[in-house]
């Protein structure tokens, strides 16, 4: 392992370790991502996770509160990490390729197929409390 890679573990460590506290599971292989969807069904609640900012201050705390919020808990919590498992996050889009690539976001999938995407431009000039309160309507939806 290069310099780069080691300090790049050392920063997201703890940003995967925000989830992983949560309950989410981390997909980090395609394989992982593709047996994940084609052998779960329900709700599952798939955060792409990022390094950025909006990542750290907003997403991953918005969607830590909107899981305390709401009764409609998703069947499934996981995540990939955009930059650090790339070919486990291309394949998770691969399953919303409908929608740009953005890092953070937030995907709600039904059966495997999307229900709700939270974009990054609807989480980078939002608050925590509206993040929270888009993913809270959008399990509460697929729920019903």
């Known amino acids: ?15 995967r370790k925000e989830l992983t506290d949560q309950g989410f599971k981390e ?8 047996g994940h969807i084609s052998e779960t069904s ?4 798939a955060v792409i996770n990022s390094v950025c900012g909006c990542a750290a201050g907003l997403a991953r705390p918005g969607v830590i509160e909107g899981l305390n919020k709401t009764a409609a808990k998703p069947d499934h919590l996981v ?8 070919e486990a996050t291309a394949q998770m889009r ?7 690539p953005s890092s953070p ?5 039904k059966d495997g ?18 993040i929270r309160d888009n993913l809270v309507q959008a399990l509460e939806q697929v729920a019903e």
């Open 105 to 109: 976001s937030i995907a709600v999938l």
């Open 113 to 130: 197929q999307l229900a709700h995407f939270i974009p990054r431009k609807q989480i980078e000039d939002r608050s925590v409390e509206e």
């Open 94 to 100: 691969s399953y919303f390729e409908d929608v740009l």
């Open 27 to 34: 997909l980090l292989t395609a394989d992982d991502v593709n």
């Open 79 to 86: 995540t990939v990490f955009a930059g650090q498992d790339k």
């Open 1 to 15: 392992m290069n310099a780069y890679d080691e300090y790049m573990k050392g920063i997201v460590v703890p940003m």
């Open 42 to 45: 329900g709700t599952t609640l």
